[in-house]
Each structure stands twice: as structure tokens, then as C-alpha cells.
């Protein structure tokens, strides 16, 4: 449990970090690749429900959350599942704190070569924490299978 908090902090902070030092200093970083732009998201997922009222985003935020942690205490046993609950953890703490701050999610890099959504630090943490847990409940769930696997066949039936 403990390395699930000490990675969302770590997280949390980087975020928070990350869009007050970034923030408003707009530049390409990679040519063609990567630009620091700066914009404030008043939605959740990729701007959706911008019309929501911020207590309702807040509210899904906080539940959300707390689904997390409850699962996190409770049902994540491998190493590698706490640390992306971590991730994700950190990364849904900042968005929310920085909604809480500043009214709306400041979103901070810009993909070149392809149309997409501008995003931060936040969003690849739980994006990459989101991957994390799905690769190990995939690992997991063969190991699962192979130990079965192996029992029946030394059944005799």
C-alpha cells in the first residue's frame, strides 16, 4: 500500500510541478514531433463533458478515486499492479487538484505528426499506468491458466 501512495504523490507533484514551470511557455520541443501549448480544459477525458457543472466533475473525480484506493488496498497484490495504481492514482490526484486551483485542467503537449488532443503529465501517467495494469492482469491471468493447465494435465481422468 505504501508504494501505491509514494508513486501518486510522486506523480501528483511531477504534474503539479510540470504546469507551473511549463505553463505559458509555448515552443516546439521536437520538430515535428512534440510542442509545449498551453490550454486549459474545462471537459474531463479528452474535453468531453465540457458542460458539466465542475461539481459533478469533481464528484466523479473523487469517486473515481476512492475506487482506486479501496481496489488498491484491497485486491492488487503484484508489485507491478500497485505501481500502476499508483500511476493512475497521481495522475487523477493532479488533474483533480489543478481543477480544484484553477477551475480547469491545464493541459500542456502537443503531438505534431498527428491530430490528437492536447494532453499532460497527468494524462500519461494514467494512460501509462492504465497499460501497466492491463499487461500485468494479462501476465497474471496466464500464469493462472499455465498452473491449471498443468494440473489437469497430471488428472488421470
Known sequence: MKRVFLVALAGAAADLISKRMLSGRDRVL????????TAGNSGIAMGFFRQAPVWAILLTGIILIGGLVFAACRIMKSRMERTAAGLILGGAAGNLLDRLIHGSVTDLFELLFIRFYIFNLADVLICTGAFWMLVSFIVSERKENRTNGQRTNHDPR
Not at 521536437?30 to 501549448?37: A, D, K, S, W
Open 30 to 37: 521536437i520538430p515535428g514531433v512534440i510542442r509545449l501549448t
